[in-house]
């Protein structure tokens, strides 16, 4: 046993690890039988080869095994039958994707309302006062703690800020904007400067529109007798330059409005306005094509491994690598299928995708009927990678000793597999 953990440990930096488990790896008792006897069975007819193991061929051996498994798995993901399956998903689309976008953001998409149209006439705006303006360079008002309140919606916040002897108006505004933004109320606090030498306070709110018509956000003294006005009336801080607006929208034609330019819409759609239009946005539902692209790519590129393993195996060698003959055979009766479907195969039978074909394909069902469930293609190659991933030494170098003795019943052994160092792991099957 110590031999045969030295030998991976050897190895194991020289092949391609894929552990990571997915829901295709674990097996019910049946279907743990059902590969013992598939072993059996294939063992059967089976000629007896010496194989002559090097590092290169245990190396290559381990690799066809892991890009095996790889690949079928990908194909398992595109045929899933269920709701969740990659051919299921959707997405939601808007026709006029400068003025409005919309996400789907639920898994149940029975609770999704049938399309509809939304024309966006006005987006919400913030609330934003500006104070008085002025000089910069002037000195601020009288030394001390002056006390006040912002309110910010409902919640009330009190504040107290010390304004230092000699202290100028640019000095107090920046010191006073930066302690408001600090604070994290749902205020951004800055100075403007719109005349030179002068300069205000700008004070702009997180949140947009108003429930009822009111400003977002108001100021107040609190005074403590010690001075005679306070800080928010010497520098007005009330006076409000943009008040806080509701985004106004017509969803299939009857009037909407909303605080947010973000909301969600029937508990399962995101919408987010951005940017009022002459034109009316049309919403509908189409297959989600980078899901889809996504998942097939998983194919191109475990079967590309697949390829680039065995053409480093046969090195200089300049006949076409045994595995790669073989996938291609399977996947011959359905080349002009994938080519309508932006999928071809190079020189060396490396597979390249078409992204705009692809993406008419994920759309229009193409992908689902070349690559879905009960596709011929699909099941073909599951099949393939089975027998590849049970029986990987069939693909390396080796000399045949003798052929099956026909005369004698046939017999075949379950774990003939497991006679090469390094080709059972706890995460294999």
């Known amino acids: 046993m110590a031999a045969d953990l030295n030998v991976y440990n ?12 997915t829901k295709y790896s674990t097996h019910k008792d049946s279907e743990l039988r059902s590969i013992v006897q598939d072993i059996a069975k294939m063992t059967e007819s089976s000629p007896l080869y010496l194989v002559k193991l090097s590092d290169e061929k245990q190396t290559y051996a381990l690799n066809v095994k892991e890009s095996s498994i790889a690949l079928n798995t ?39 309302p049938e399309s509809f149209t939304l024309k966006v006439n006005s987006l919400a705006k913030t609330q934003v006062n500006v104070s008085k303006e002025v000089y910069e360079t ?38 006073l904007s930066d302690f408001i933004t600090k604070a994290k109320i749902g205020i951004h606090a800055g100075t403007i400067s719109r005349e030179k030498g002068k300069l205000a306070m700008r004070l702009e709110t997180d949140l947009t529109g108003t429930p009822d018509g009111q400003p977002i956000m108001t100021f107040e003294d609190l005074a403590d007798g010690r001075h005679g006005k306070g800080i928010v009336s010497l520098y007005g801080l009330n006076r409000i330059e943009q008040q806080p607006r509701n985004a106004q929208f017509d969803l299939n034609g009857t009037a909407r409005n909303s605080m947010s330019n973000t909301f969600k819409l029937a508990h399962s759609l995101q919408i987010e306005l951005k940017h009022p239009g002459k034109e009316t946005a ?12 996504q998942g097939v790519q998983n194919v191109l590129d475990n079967y590309n491994q697949m390829v680039g393993n065995s053409w480093e195996y046969v090195g200089h ?21 994938m080519e309508s479907c932006g999928i071809t195969f190079d020189d060396q039978g ?80």
Request: hydrophobic share 35%.
């Open 138 to 175: 002037s000195r601020a008002v009288e030394t001390g703690m002056y006390r006040f309140r912002i309110n910010v919606n409902d919640a009330a916040y009190d504040f107290q800020y010390n304004i230092k002897k000699d202290a100028t108006h640019k000095d107090v505004l920046a010191g």
């Open 350 to 429: 490396y597979m390249q995708m078409d992204k705009s074909l692809a993406e008419q394909s994920a759309l229009d069902g193409s992908f689902k009927d070349l690559l879905g469930a009960g596709s011929s293609l699909g099941m073909r190659m599951m099949a393939k990678t089975d027998t590849v991933k049970l029986n990987p030494m069939e693909y390396v170098e080796k000399i045949l000793v003798a052929y099956p003795d026909t005369s004698k019943p046939p017999e075949g052994y379950s774990y003939t597999t497991s006679l090469y160092s390094g080709m059972l792991f706890n995460y294999y099957y």
């Open 74 to 112: 990908a194909f398992k993901v595109l045929a899933e039958r269920d709701s969740n399956s990659i051919f299921g998903l959707r997405k939601a689309v808007s026709s006029q994707e400068d003025q409005v976008t919309v996400r789907i953001d639920t898994d149940d998409y029975e609770r999704l």
């Open 317 to 337: 060698r300049s006949s076409i690598p045994k595995l790669i003959r073989e996938m291609r055979a399977v996947m011959y009766p359905f080349q002009s299928d």
């Open 282 to 293: 049309e919403i509908n539902y189409t297959p989600d094509s980078e899901k889809i692209i």
């Open 10 to 21: 050897y190895l194991v930096t020289d092949f391609n690890t894929s552990p990571t488990t």
